[in-house]
């Protein structure tokens, strides 16, 4: 069966400082992976998602970055946090050759910035 | 464009009462429905799904039918429990993507009080 992880759980940051989430995928190949962000009590925003290796597809302007260096291996990262980039964010893959599909979501990392 | 529209809570219910959660969508061609649930702290799980006009999604109590001609697709359980209290994303699927790119509405929140 296909699972998804993301890491770390948590992550406090100070203000200025750099960022690297990381969600990787198992049990499938060739997935479509998506970032998303989740303000306090808000719906989801799509921050980023991919159809391939190296092929990233932006959503919102904004500091983030997403990468995908491997296959099922999908990375946000930031030079440097703003306090506006608090929130949840998840990270979620779907069947690449099959349309109409759901996403499914890993369990999500919640950050902090100070 | 596609947009889905949830009814906004957040609902509260006792235990054991009936729950309706309204979500109505537009769309062009012919997308699939999803009803997804996040657990306080944790990502979206997904719950039921229906790919065509009638069908019916049903998971864990919890029932939605496809309705094309109010172009609906409503969450439904017979008798809530207090572990039901969540929060519930209706979405859909772009008919022709094969981003399997997912249009979510706002969430609604759950509370179920024994």
């Known amino acids: 069966s296909q699972t998804i992880h993301q890491w770390p759980a948590t992550l406090v940051q100070p203000v200025g400082s750099p960022l690297s989430l990381e969600c990787t995928v198992e049990g499938t190949s060739n997935p479509n992976l998506y970032w998303y962000r989740q303000a306090a009590g808000r719906g989801l925003q799509l921050l980023f998602y991919?159809?391939?290796?190296?092929?990233i597809s932006s959503e919102v302007p904004q500091n983030l970055s997403a990468s995908r260096p491997q296959d099922r291996q999908f990375i946000l990262s930031s030079k440097k946090l703003l306090l506006s980039d608090s929130g949840f964010y998840l990270c979620a893959w779907s069947v690449l050759t099959e349309r109409n599909q759901p996403q499914h979501f890993g369990d999500g990392t919640r950050l902090s910035i100070l | 464009g596609n947009s889905v529209t949830q009814m906004e809570g957040p609902v509260t219910l006792s235990e054991e009462a009936f729950l309706t959660i309204n979500c109505t969508y537009t769309?062009?061609?012919?997308?699939?429905l999803f009803w997804y649930v996040q657990y306080p702290g944790e990502g979206l799980q997904l719950l039921l799904k229906?790919?065509?006009?009638?069908d019916k999604g049903s998971n864990k109590g919890f029932e939605a039918t496809y309705r094309k001609e109010t172009t609906s697709f409503h969450l439904e359980k017979g008798s809530v429990q207090v572990s039901d209290s969540a929060v519930y994303f209706c979405?859909?699927?772009?008919?022709?993507?094969?981003?399997?790119?997912?249009?979510f509405g706002g969430g609604t929140r759950l509370m179920v009080k024994p």
């Open positions: 229906a790919t065509k006009a009638d």
């Open positions: 769309a062009t061609g012919y997308p699939s």
């Open positions: 979405a859909l699927s772009k008919g022709n993507n094969a981003g399997n790119m997912l249009t």
């Open positions: 991919s159809v391939g290796i190296g092929q």
